[in-house]
């Protein structure tokens, strides 16, 4: 949790700088540093998605997630959409910290069943996990509630109303290239 809020530090440092940043660009972006911010944020939030699918480690998962985040808000960021960037830097700080925790517990469940059968294997590796649900139901209710809002599970998460605010942005002020790249990323990050 530490680590990642040391992360979100830098996006919200940028969204207090944002007046500065947008010097120069009409209300919804145009200014050559506002088109780097987004391209940079959209092609992050893609990137690290596509990665965070290839991970087994569970916390490693959670971690390239959270990059991809932060791409969606620098993204918001650059299109000019700072209050859809420090809503999503709000929702995102809560499920996030959900998820970690609950991988921690995870993790430790696993360990700890792990010593009892005196097996040898990786208790991050999400190849090792499986029926958690019985043993731990607290943990995999949390953690399921958690994932959805990640995922922006419509309408009754926080993850959906912040990554729709920025997508709706995006839509609204015809920048197309990043509300493609942002809805595929979003994609990524359900799966």
């Known amino acids: 949790i530490h680590a990642a809020a040391m992360v979100s530090a830098g996006i919200y440092m940028i969204v207090r700088m944002f007046p ?5 660009a009409g209300a919804h972006g145009g200014s050559p540093t506002m088109t780097v911010m987004a391209f940079i944020g959209a092609f992050t939030a893609l990137f ?9 480690d569970v916390k490693r998962v959670l971690a390239y997630s959270t990059i991809s985040q932060l791409g ?10 700072y209050v859809a960037a420090a809503f999503h830097l709000m929702t995102h700080a809560f499920f996030k910290a959900l998820l970690f925790m609950g991988s921690g517990s995870i993790i430790h469940g696993v360990e700890h069943g792990m010593h009892e059968t ?3 294997l990786d208790p991050q590796d999400m190849l090792n996990m499986g029926g958690l649900s019985k043993r731990m139901p607290v943990t995999f209710w949390t953690f399921l509630i958690g994932g959805f809002s990640l995922s922006g599970f419509p309408f009754i998460t ?12 995006a839509f609204a002020h015809g920048h197309w290239w990043v509300f493609v790249v942002l809805l595929l990323a979003a994609f990524l990050t359900a799966f």
């Open 48 to 56: 690290a998605a596509t990665i965070a699918v290839a991970q087994n």
């Open 72 to 81: 969606y808000m620098v993204a918001a960021l650059g299109i000019g959409a």
């Open 118 to 120: 005196h097996e040898e």
């Open 20 to 24: 500065l940043l947008s010097a120069g």
């Open 158 to 169: 926080a993850g959906f109303w912040s990554k729709d605010e920025i997508l709706a942005d």
